[in-house]
Each structure stands twice: as structure tokens, then as C-alpha cells.
């Protein structure tokens, strides 16, 4: 496929530092401009500092660079933008409007990243429908349906090339995720490798929809790379991959590591996890173009061990 430049936003984030190298291994080095507030990363080969909120600046990155897509994955997530939700809309909705109206002008396709927080208390939580109640309870989770909603906007206004998908908590090895409701998934791996005891944030049975990172990164791939008309739905897909509780997860690390232990001491976060669904229905995005998740609780687990073995041990030699 013909993608010209692919310019990823918030390249250095938990997503974007493994999205911007499976870019970069598909389309080569030189195709994929990642982009970020932050310093350059370790994988970023062709980077430029870009503020989202700056539209001229990306404008002119546009234009250097031939952009042709644009993955927008900077953003303030949930628990973070309670800490400050005016500055959290502003760039969440400021910069989602500057890729928008750049898309329009350019010609640009665009991935938009949603999220299960878009759904709220009143929203059903069990196997959560596509069209649901969205009554968010946190302004993260507002700016996300407010998104979802201008891209739908300008996919039928202006013809721009928008998809989406509404991310589960993503668990990965490569990177961190920094200020979310779901990060103590991936924290409890690092504290059971290191032999440290975990204190998580959230109760032991809050049951939240997970998904591996190389399903998140398959399920991004393969709707940019679908046929235009196979994506039906230009608001956001439900996107399923598997759910558990922190006890659940415990447990599963228990069956590697015997001595792992978890204390709980439940914070703000947990009124945000009590208000997002348990497990998601992804009926439309199996049938529009043909998702499928690979990764359970079981198989993340063994996974992520052993790759943190094998960093931690690295990086103490
Ligand atoms: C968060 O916890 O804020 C994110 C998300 C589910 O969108 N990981």
C-alpha cells in the first residue's frame, strides 16, 4: 500500500514507541516521522519535537516531511486529566482539531485513538454494545466521545479518512503507560520480576477489559490498512481482547513466580474503573474488517515475564 509519510503524534508514549517501530519495520525508516513534546526516544530515527497544540508547526511538518497518514496518539489519559481537566480538553480536543483540519486540507488518512472510557455508569457492562449510553464520568473519557463525534463530523462533512478503535487497557513490555486507570497492569509485572511486593490501586475484583500490545498494534495495522469502504463505522470500534481483575492477574503471575505478592489500597482511580464496562462486545469490528484477538490472560503473562526477565536481567549486567 502506498502510504507516503507516516507521522505518528505522541510517538514516545506507551503506544507510540511500539506502534512508531512496527511503522518503521513495515514502511522502513524513513517512511514513519515520530513526533512528541518528549526528547527523542531510543527508536525515534527520524524525529521532530512537536507540540500538538501547535498547528502551524505541524502544518510545516507536513508539508517537509509529504505526509500522507497521521496516527494522533498524544493525549492526556483518565487519571491523569482529573488531576487537570481544562488543560487535559484543551489538548485533547485542541489537538485532535488541529489533525483534523490538517486531514481536510492535506487529504490525510487518520487514526484516532478511543478508548473504553468514553462509556460511563449508566452504559450496560457486561459484553458493552457498540451503541450504547455515553455518559463518561471523567474528562478524558468526555473529549474521547466529543472525538469520536468529530470524526464521524469530518468523515461525512469533508470526506477525511478517519478511523478509530476504543483501546481496552493496553499491557506491553516495551514501554510504560503513564497516568491511566488501567497502568497497574503493566506495573505489576515490573514489581513481580523485580521480587517486590505490589500495592494496587484498585480493588481486588475490579474486572476491566485488557488487551496485549501486539493485538493492540495488529487491531491498529489492520483497520488503517483495511479498504475505505470495509471500515462502516467512522465515530469508533469497540475492540475486545480479553478482561480479568487485579486478583485474576495476581493469581496468573502466582502460577510463574509463587512468592509474588499484592496488597490493595484503592485510590480515585477505582471510582474510574467502577464506571467503565467489564468486557466489551467487538461484533462490528470482527465483521467489518475481520478482528480477531490472539492473547489471553494466560499467554500475556508468560509473555510479559519472560521478556522483563530478560530486561531486568540485562540491564543488571
Ligand atoms: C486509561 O486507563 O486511561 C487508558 C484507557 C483505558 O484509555 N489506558
Known amino acids: 500500500m502506498e502510504t507516503g509519510t507516516i507521522l505518528v ?3 514516545n508514549g506507551q503506544i507510540g514507541t511500539v506502534l512508531t517501530a512496527e511503522l518503521r519495520r513495515r514502511y522502513g525508516a524513513s517512511a514513519v516521522l515520530s513526533t512528541d513534546i518528549r526528547q527523542a526516544g531510543s527508536n525515534n530515527i527520524l524525529f521532530e519535537e512537536l507540540d500538538v497544540l501547535d498547528k502551524e508547526r505541524l502544518s510545516a511538518l507536513i508539508a517537509k516531511y509529504e505526509v500522507r497518514q497521521i496516527y494522533h496518539l498524544a493525549a492526556i489519559l483518565s487519571a491523569k486529566g482529573e488531576q487537570n481537566p ?3 480538553w484543551e489538548i485533547n480536543m485542541a489537538g485532535l482539531f488541529n489533525i483534523l483540519e490538517a486531514a481536510k486540507d492535506h487529504g490525510l488518512r487518520v487514526f484516532f485513538p478511543s478508548s473504553i472510557a468514553v462509556f460511563g455508569g449508566m452504559t450496560p457492562r457486561v459484553n458493552t454494545p457498540q451503541y450504547a449510553v455515553l455518559q463518561p464520568e471523567t474528562v478524558y473519557g468526555i473529549s474521547k466521545v466529543a472525538g469520536e463525534n468529530w470524526c464521524q463530523y469530518y468523515h461525512q462533512k469533508y470526506g477525511v479518512d478517519v478511523r478509530s478503535v476504543r483501546y481496552p487497557g493496553i499491557i506491553g513490555y516495551e514501554s510504560l503507560p503513564g497516568g491511566g486507570t488501567t497502568d497497574y497492569a503493566v506495573e505489576i509485572f515490573h514489581y513481580a520480576v523485580k521480587g517486590q511486593t505490589y500495592e494496587c490501586f484498585l480493588e481486588p475484583d ?5 488487551m496485549y500490545m501486539p493485538d493492540a498494534i495488529r487491531a491498529t495495522l489492520e483497520l488503517m490498512e483495511a479498504p475505505p469502504e470495509a471500515v462502516k463505522i467512522r ?8 478482561n480479568f481483575t487485579p486478583a485474576e492477574i495476581a493469581r496468573e503471575i ?7 505478592a499484592v496488597t490493595y489500597k484503592p485510590d480515585f482511580r477505582q471510582q474510574i474503573a467502577a464506571s467503565w464496562p467489564e468486557s466489551i462486545d ?3 469490528a470482527r465483521e467489518h474488517w475481520g478482528w480477531e484477538p490472539r ?6 503473562t508468560a509473555d510479559m515475564l519472560e521478556h522483563l526477565r530478560e530486561y531486568y536481567a540485562a540491564s543488571v549486567s
Open 235 to 242: 465515530s469508533s470500534y469497540n475492540l475486545a481482547g480479553t
Open 254 to 260: 502466582q502460577k510463574h513466580i509463587p512468592g509474588f
Open 295 to 300: 492473547y489471553g490472560l494466560a499467554e500475556i
Open 9 to 11: 503524534t505522541g510517538a
Open 86 to 88: 481544562k488543560w487535559a
Open 206 to 210: 475490579s474486572r476491566l477489559p485488557m
Open 282 to 284: 467487538d461484533g462490528y
